[in-house]
C-alpha cells in the first residue's frame, strides 16, 4: 500500500471511531488529527454522568498512549484555521503547515443559540463540551432555580444535570407543543411531564423566551406572553448547527441551512476531502446521533482505501433513560390513518405510555413510542427494522413484556442472522452468535470483548446478553451458577449438602465437599448457610475467619478502620432510659450518632478494642445485638398503629415486635427488611420490604419481595385478611423456601422476578403448600428461632471470641494510631480518605 | 543471594498461639504495622504490609485470606481489592502492590524479616 498522508480535522466521537477503522485498513499511511479543544477525543454521549458519577477519565475513549501505538499524530488545542484546495494542504492556528492526501473534516457541531436579548449575560451557559460542563458545575454551586431552553433530548439532558448538580427547581423551556418533539407524540410527552414533575422540574411549552432578564448576570427570562419567572442559571439546548465554516470558506458545497453536502461515499464536492458527523449533510439530513456516525466513518474509511460501501440513511430510533424513565422512539413514530392504524396504551396511574403504529394490513410494525416502560424496545426495534411479521392480535406486542409466562429471549430466534443488534458499532445477531460458538465466549465480558458490541451507548446490553444465554441454551450448554473454583456446585446444592452432611464448620465444608483453600467468595456464602441451618454462634469452630469483615468483628466497618454498632431496637419502641444510655456509651467512648432508616440508632467511630466494652454496657441496659453487620434479619419498622394513632387498625407495634424478635439473628442469602403498618396509610413502608404487613378491618395482608436500594420494588400481595398467626405461618415457610433456593447475595425482589410462575407459583407453595414443605420449613424455623442467642451476650462473656478484638496482636493495650478524625456539627466524622488515596 | 540472606535482621514478632488459623493478625513491629497470614492447611506464613494501598487503609489483616488456582491471597474487606501474598501484586486488576516479608517460625515463636 501506497503511503499517503490522511488528515482529519476534530478530534470528536466520530473522528475517533474514523481513525480506528481506517488504522485497521491501512497500516502505512500517515494519519493526523487536528483537534481543537485542549483533551483528546472522550465519551459526550454520556456527558450527563460526568456530573453525577464518572470522572473526565472515565470518559475518554482511548488511553493517552493508544495514538503512539496506532502512529497518529495527535495535535491538541490546535485547530485548523484554513484549507487550500489547490496545493493540498492546511494551516493551523499554531501556524502548522501540511499537505494532505485525503482530508477528512469532522468539525461536529456547535450549539444553536437563538438570538434572544440578553443571551451574553453571566450564568448563561450552553451544554456540548467538558469545559461548559466545568463552567456550569462551578457557577452551579450559588444557583438556585434552574432553566433549559429546548425540551429535546439534549435539552432534558441538561436538565437532569441540573438536578445532579443539587439545583432545587428548574424549568425546562419548549417552544413546540411537546417535549422531545423529533422522537415522541404529544401524549408521550404528557406522560413525561408527569414524571418530571415529580423531579421538581416544570416544563413550559409553547414558550418563546423574548428576553434574559438581569444587569451583569442573569436574574430572570420574560417571554413573548409577557410572563417571566426568576432564574439564575441558564443552560442553551435549543439545537445544534453543523461546523462548516472551514468548508465554507475553502468553497465546499453546503447546504441552506448549513452542512457540508456529501454524497453516499461520505465526499463532498471536493474529491479528496470527505466529511463524517453531525458537519456532514447526507441527503438534506443533519444526524445529530452517534450511530449514524460511526457508520459514516467506517463509510469513509471504505471510500478513502478504495473499498465500495454507501451510507443510506440511519435509523433514528433511540431509547434512553431520562432521570429513571424510560424513554424510546423507534421506526416511524408518528405514522397515523390512513397510512397506519396505532394501538394505544396510556396508563396514567402507572405513568406508562406506549405507542404502535402497524401498516394498514396489520401484518407489520412501522413503528412506535414508549415512556416509562420500554424493556421491549430491542425486540421491537428488530420487528421493525427487519420487517417482521407480527402476531394476528398485535396487541400482545404492548402487554406482552409482563407476562411472566413468556420465556426470557422468546422471539430471539425468529430474527434474521443479519439483524443489527448493536447499531453503534454495526454489530449483527450472526457476529454474536458466532462469538459464543465458534469463540467461545460464554459471558456479556467475553462476546463485548470479541465483538465491541455494546461498547458504545449500551443500549442493546440486555439482548446482547439475552442472545449469549439463547445460543448457549441451543448448544446444549448448561448455564450453571457454580459458587467459585473451589466448589463446583451452586448455592443451593452446597445447602442442601452441608444438611444432608450435617457439616458445622466452614473447614468440614472444604474438607468433604470442596478444594484448594477457598477464597473471599465462597467463604462467607458457606458461612451464612451454616447459621441458616444451624444458627450457632458465627464466630465458633474455626469459622470466624470465614466471616465478612463485618460478621467477623460483629460491628459494620466504616472509613479509617473503626466500627459502627446498632443496638437492637424491636419495632423501633425504645424506652427513655435505655434512650439514656445510648446517649452515655456514645459519649463515653466519644462516638458520631445518628439515627437510621430502620428505626434505630447507629453509634460510629469505635476503635475495635472498644467494641466489647461498649457491648458490656449495652447488654447490661437490656440491649442486643440489631445484625446490621450481617446478612440476616434488620428491622422490622412500624408506626405507631392503633394505640396512639387515630386511623390505627389494629396494634402494628406491638406486632412488629412479635416479628422482630421471632427472626432477630435469622441469616439469609441477603439482608431481610421488614415492616409493619396499622392501616391502609402505609406509614412504615410495609410494601418496600422482603416482607410487609399492612393492617386490614378483617386481620392482616402479608405483601412479599419489595425493596428500596438501587432497583426499588414494590412488594406484592402473598395473602390478604389473615390472623396474625396465619401471618407468621405463611412467613415462615416464606422465608425458609428463600433461604433454601436463593442465590448467593439475592435479594427477595430478584429471587421473585427469576422465579418461573412469579408471585402466583410463589403463593401456591407458601399458602396452598404445593409442595408439601410446609410442616418441615415451619417446624425447622421453630428450630432456628429457638436457638437463637444474642451474638454479642455470647462474644463478650468468651474469652476465646474476646481477645479477637485487639488492632496488634503484640501490643494488646494499644488502638491503630492510625486512625484519624474531623469535626463536624459538633460530632466527629472519618478523615477523608480520599486526601490520603494513591488513586 | 548469599549477601542478602546473611543480611536479613529477624524480628521476634510474636507467638503462633497469638495468631489464627486460616486468617490474620497485625502486628506492631518497629512502629510499622503488618499483616501476619497462616494457611493452616498448607502450613505456610505470609507477612505483608497492613495498609491497602487503595484508600489507604490500615485493614488488610482482616481480610480474607484464600487461594486463586495455587496461589494464596487476601481480600481487602472495604472494596475486595486481592493481593498475592508470595508477590505481592494486586490481582484484581488494579496496578497497586503491596509490600512482603519474609517470615519464619522456630520453638513456636513468629520472626519477620523486615529489611528484605
Not at chain 1, 47 to 63: G, I, P, R, V
Not at chain 1, 235 to 248: F, M, N, Q, V, Y
Not at chain 1, 700 to 710: A, Q, R
Not at chain 2, 22 to 45: H, M, P, T
Request: aromatic share 8%.
Amino acid at each position: 500500500m501506497k503511503q499517503k498522508t490522511i488528515i482529519i480535522i476534530g478530534n470528536g466521537m466520530v473522528s475517533h471511531k474514523f481513525c480506528e477503522k481506517i488504522r485497521k485498513k491501512d497500516k502505512v499511511s500517515k494519519i493526523v488529527v487536528f483537534g481543537e479543544e485542549p483533551i483528546r477525543a472522550y465519551d459526550r454521549v454520556h456527558l450527563t454522568s460526568y456530573f453525577s458519577d464518572k470522572t473526565l477519565n472515565q470518559l475518554y475513549l482511548a488511553e493517552q498512549q493508544w495514538y503512539a501505538e496506532n502512529d497518529i499524530e495527535l495535535h491538541l488545542n490546535n485547530p485548523v484555521t484554513a484549507i487550500n484546495r489547490n496545493k493540498k494542504s492546511v494551516i493551523s492556528s499554531k501556524g502548522l503547515q501540511l499537505d494532505y492526501d485525503f482530508l477528512v473534516l469532522a468539525t461536529g457541531s456547535a450549539a444553536f443559540v437563538p438570538p434572544i436579548p440578553g443571551v451574553d449575560k453571566e450564568g448563561v451557559f450552553l451544554y456540548r463540551t467538558i469545559q461548559d460542563l466545568d463552567l456550569i458545575k462551578a457557577y452551579a454551586i450559588h444557583a438556585k432555580k434552574g432553566a433549559v431552553i429546548g425540551g429535546g433530548l439534549l435539552g432534558l439532558e441538561a436538565a437532569k444535570a441540573l438536578v445532579d448538580l443539587g439545583i432545587e427547581e428548574s424549568t425546562v423551556i419548549e417552544f413546540a407543543p411537546r417535549l422531545m418533539p423529533r422522537q415522541i407524540d404529544d401524549s408521550a410527552s404528557r406522560t413525561l411531564q408527569t414524571k418530571l414533575d415529580n423531579l421538581r422540574l416544570t416544563c413550559l411549552l409553547q414558550k418563546s423566551t423574548s428576553q434574559v432578564l438581569g444587569d451583569d448576570h442573569i436574574t430572570g427570562l420574560s417571554f413573548s406572553d409577557n410572563t417571566q419567572i426568576d432564574v439564575d442559571i441558564l443552560i442553551i439546548s435549543a439545537g445544534i448547527k453543523p461546523r462548516d465554516e472551514l468548508a465554507t470558506a475553502c468553497g465546499l458545497a453546503t447546504g441552506p441551512r448549513g452542512g457540508i453536502i456529501v454524497d453516499e461515499t461520505m465526499r463532498t464536492s471536493d474529491p479528496a476531502i470527505l466529511a463524517i458527523g453531525e458537519c456532514a449533510l447526507s441527503n438534506d439530513m443533519i444526524y445529530g446521533l452517534v450511530a449514524p456516525g460511526y457508520e459514516m466513518a467506517e463509510v469513509a474509511a471504505c471510500t478513502i482505501c478504495g473499498e465500495e460501501k454507501s451510507f443510506n440513511g440511519f435509523d433514528m430510533s433511540t431509547k434512553l433513560k431520562l432521570m429513571g424513565v424510560d424513554v424510546a422512539s423507534f421506526g416511524d413514530p408518528f405514522i397515523a390513518e390512513p397510512h397506519a392504524r396505532t394501538i394505544l396504551l396510556d396508563d396514567a396511574h402507572k405513568g406508562v405510555y406506549k405507542r404502535l403504529n402497524i401498516s394498514a394490513d396489520g401484518k407489520r410494525l412501522l413503528g412506535g413510542i414508549l415512556v416509562g416502560e420500554a424493556s421491549s424496545y430491542n425486540m421491537l426495534l428488530q420487528t421493525v427494522n427487519n420487517n417482521m411479521p407480527i402476531p394476528a392480535d398485535p396487541e400482545v406486542l404492548l402487554l406482552g413484556e409482563k407476562n411472566n409466562s413468556k420465556p426470557a429471549g422468546s422471539g430471539l430466534e425468529s430474527l434474521p442472522d443479519s439483524a443489527l443488534i448493536c447499531s453503534c458499532e454495526g454489530i449483527t445477531k450472526a457476529q454474536i452468535c458466532d462469538a459464543v460458538t465458534n469463540q467461545g465466549c460464554d459471558d456479556f465480558a467475553g462476546v463485548s470483548k470479541c465483538t465491541k458490541a455494546g461498547t458504545g451507548c449500551a443500549g442493546c446490553v440486555p439482548m446482547v446478553k439475552d442472545l449469549i444465554a439463547h445460543t448457549m441454551k441451543q448448544q446444549g450448554k448448561y448455564i450453571r451458577a457454580t459458587i467459585c473454583e473451589h466448589f463446583n456446585y451452586s448455592r443451593q446444592e452446597l445447602y442442601d449438602l452441608v444438611k444432608i452432611h450435617q457439616l458445622k464448620s466452614y473447614d468440614e465444608v472444604l474438607d468433604s465437599v470442596g478444594k484448594g483453600d477457598g477464597c473471599e467468595t465462597c467463604k462467607p456464602i458457606v458461612a451464612s448457610i451454616l447459621a441458616s441451618l444451624w444458627n450457632e454462634m458465627i464466630l465458633g469452630r474455626g469459622n470466624d475467619v470465614v466471616q465478612d469483615s463485618n460478621d467477623r468483628f460483629l460491628a459494620n466497618i466504616q472509613r479509617g478502620g473503626t466500627y459502627s454498632v446498632v443496638p437492637r431496637v424491636p419495632g423501633g419502641e425504645i424506652h427513655p432510659d435505655k434512650l439514656i444510655v445510648i446517649g452515655q456509651v456514645a459519649k463515653r467512648y466519644g462516638l458520631y450518632t445518628k439515627i437510621t432508616g430502620g428505626q434505630r440508632i447507629d453509634l460510629f467511630g469505635a476503635h475495635l478494642n472498644d467494641l466489647p466494652a461498649i457491648w458490656e454496657e449495652l447488654i447490661a441496659a437490656g440491649f442486643e445485638s440489631g445484625h446490621a453487620y450481617g446478612k440476616a434479619l434488620r428491622t422490622v419498622k412500624s408506626c405507631v398503629g392503633s394505640t396512639w394513632c387515630r386511623f390505627g387498625l389494629h396494634d402494628s407495634v406491638s406486632f412488629a415486635i412479635q416479628i422482630e424478635e421471632r427472626y432477630r439473628g435469622l441469616r439469609s442469602p441477603h439482608k431481610l427488611k421488614s415492616a409493619v403498618s396499622g392501616c391502609v396509610r402505609e406509614c412504615a413502608e410495609a410494601q418496600s420490604k422482603d416482607f410487609g404487613i399492612i393492617a386490614t378491618e378483617k386481620g392482616w395482608n402479608l405483601y412479599v419481595c419489595g425493596n428500596g436500594g438501587s432497583k426499588p420494588q414494590h412488594a406484592l400481595l402473598l395473602a390478604s385478611d389473615i390472623d396474625s398467626a396465619t401471618c407468621i405461618q405463611y412467613i415462615d415457610r416464606f422465608l425458609l423456601f428463600y433461604i433454601r433456593t436463593a442465590d448467593p447475595l439475592t435479594r427477595t425482589a430478584t429471587w421473585l422476578n427469576k422465579m418461573e410462575g412469579g408471585i402466583d407459583y410463589l403463593r401456591n407453595v407458601v399458602v396452598n403448600d404445593s409442595l408439601g414443605m410446609a410442616e418441615t420449613w415451619e417446624k425447622e424455623m421453630q428450630e432456628l428461632v429457638d436457638a437463637y442467642e444474642c451474638e454479642w451476650k455470647v462474644a463478650v462473656r468468651d474469652p476465646e471470641i474476646r481477645k479477637r478484638f485487639v488492632h496488634f496482636v503484640n501490643a494488646p493495650g494499644e488502638k491503630d494510631n492510625t486512625v484519624r478524625f474531623e469535626t463536624l456539627r459538633g460530632q466527629k466524622k472519618a478523615a477523608d480518605w480520599n486526601t490520603l488515596a494513591t488513586h | 543471594m548469599e549477601t542478602l540472606a546473611t543480611s536479613t535482621s529477624w524480628k521476634l514478632a510474636c507467638r503462633v498461639e497469638d495468631t489464627i488459623a486460616n486468617g490474620g493478625v497485625c502486628l506492631k513491629l518497629e512502629d510499622q504495622q503488618i499483616a501476619l497470614f497462616y494457611f493452616k492447611r498448607r502450613n505456610e506464613w505470609y507477612a505483608t504490609q497492613n495498609e491497602c494501598p487503595h484508600k489507604r487503609q490500615m485493614i488488610l489483616s482482616r481480610g480474607m485470606i484464600g487461594s486463586l488456582g495455587d496461589q494464596p491471597k487476601v481480600a481487602c474487606p472495604f472494596h475486595k481489592k486481592t493481593f498475592a501474598l508470595d508477590t505481592g501484586e494486586c490481582i484484581s486488576g488494579d496496578e497497586c502492590a503491596i509490600k512482603t516479608y519474609r517470615v519464619k517460625i522456630e520453638d513456636g515463636l513468629v520472626y519477620i524479616a523486615l529489611n528484605n
